[in-house]
């Protein structure tokens, strides 16, 4: 069960009570409009941030501290969730429960987390250089991590092609060529703006009450200035002109992507038939995509498709040699019809179902995979608790997903494969 209490103008408290856990979990999400602009600097804020403080100049001493309140850990949290995306941190600690006598953590750890916040280390008036460079350099690593990943690669350059009008496109991180150019001025600018102007979303997990947590919350955000930004809702996919797309490159096996969309989103009636069509049609090893495209034709090494229900995209990606793209493509298109007219045996059908619903059922089985689940549902749209979600699986029939496969359009489609640029 969540409560949610409104802290603030634009501050909101959301709580899952729960006394299962030895942990404790609490998410502080400042949530911003996806934006090419500002993707870079809100997924680099949160790691400055956690360099050091006024009172907690270096990482040892942030360290230190953390081993004081039981092995306390704080890493920084950056979400794309539809048109938003959020810049902040995450906390993992004891529950007081578990505390010596006398000794408290939740207490402690949120103050501990206002002065991350709103007391950073700065040099001139804004954050120190050399730690901006540092961290800027590991944040262009993770990036060229995931560019050298082909198939996250590919399927980014898919999402640039199909959204071309829509922010869903824009990597959750940026681009190398963006975080290089951040300046400790524009990022500590860009620091103010944000605790000026954002919505805060709190999501905690533990055995404390909301009166407890908003009590201990209070104090950092009271004395803030707001001026908040007006968030638009969340929207269905941008309609653009689709594009078949190939692009050379020194790699050995080909990666086909192929983008699908539809007027279904997580805030659709039909999102749990949608849903139960993903894991049919594409996503495990009973899906028809594995079964047909991989195991039977040997069309291909890996092939599974994902949807991404805030904005109404499915992706399917295939690792593939380079000669059988043509037939890969004919393959695909040919399971989808095959969804379409109903060519759906029960026992696909309940391979699919009992998958998603095995998914459903873990949600609650810790703090990081609670808040992972409601955090970001808030932020997306999505209104279903895991339990109204799973019965609303449980309901999905044939013929609902016979509907929701014919929702389906292809859309454009990439191609990464081998040769000399």
Do not use: W
């Amino acid at each position: 069960m969540i409560e949610t209490k409104t802290l603030l103008p634009g501050v909101t408290v959301r709580v899952f009570h729960d006394t299962r856990f030895k942990q404790g979990a609490l998410s502080l999400q400042l949530v911003r409009p996806m934006s090419s602009q500002e993707a870079s600097l809100n997924a680099l804020l949160p790691s400055v941030l956690l360099r050091g403080t006024r009172r907690y100049p270096t990482l040892r001493a942030i360290t230190e501290e953390l081993d004081q309140l039981y092995g306390a850990a704080i890493s920084p949290l950056v979400r794309r969730i539809g048109d938003y995306q959020t810049t902040g941190l995450y906390l993992s600690f004891m529950d007081d429960r578990f505390a010596l006598p006398g000794d408290t953590v939740l207490a402690p750890m949120l103050s501990f987390l206002g002065e991350i916040l709103l007391n950073p280390l700065t040099e001139n008036g804004c954050f120190v250089p050399a730690l901006v460079e540092s961290e800027k350099k590991n944040l262009i690593s993770a990036i060229e991590s995931d560019l050298n990943d082909k198939r996250v690669y590919a399927m980014g350059q898919l999402l640039k092609i199909m959204c071309q009008e829509d922010s869903f496109g824009i990597p959750r991180l940026g681009e190398p060529e963006q975080v290089a150019a951040i300046t400790p001025e524009a990022l500590f600018r860009h620091y103010q703006t944000v605790l000026r102007t954002s919505p805060v979303e709190i999501f905690y997990v533990g055995s404390a009450s909301i009166e407890e947590v908003a009590q201990l919350l209070m104090p950092i955000f009271a004395s803030l200035p707001r001026a908040l930004l007006s968030l638009p809702p969340q929207s269905p996919f941008h309609t653009c002109q689709g594009q078949d797309k190939t692009e050379v490159m020194d790699v050995s096996q080909g990666k086909l992507c192929m983008g699908f969309i539809t007027p279904v989103t997580n805030r659709s009636p039909e999102f749990p038939a949608m849903q139960v069509l993903n894991t049919l049609f594409g996503s495990g090893m009973t899906s028809k995509l594995f079964q047909n495209v991989r195991e039977k034709l040997s069309l291909c090494y890996s092939i599974g498709s994902s949807y991404y229900g805030s904005k109404g995209i499915t992706i399917v990606s295939a690792g593939i040699d380079f000669q059988q793209e043509e037939r890969t493509r004919e393959e695909v298109l040919r399971q989808l019809h095959h969804c379409r007219e109903g060519c759906i045996s029960e026992e696909e059908l309940t391979a699919a179902k009992e998958a998603l619903l095995s998914t459903l059922r873990a949600t609650h089985d810790s703090p990081s995979a609670i808040e992972g689940y409601y955090a970001t549902a808030a932020l997306s749209g999505l209104t279903m608790t895991p339990d109204t979600y799973m019965d609303a699986i449980r309901a999905v029939t044939r013929e609902d997903v016979i509907s929701a496969a014919n929702t389906l359009t292809a859309h454009s489609t990439y191609f990464l494969k081998g040769g000399s640029q």
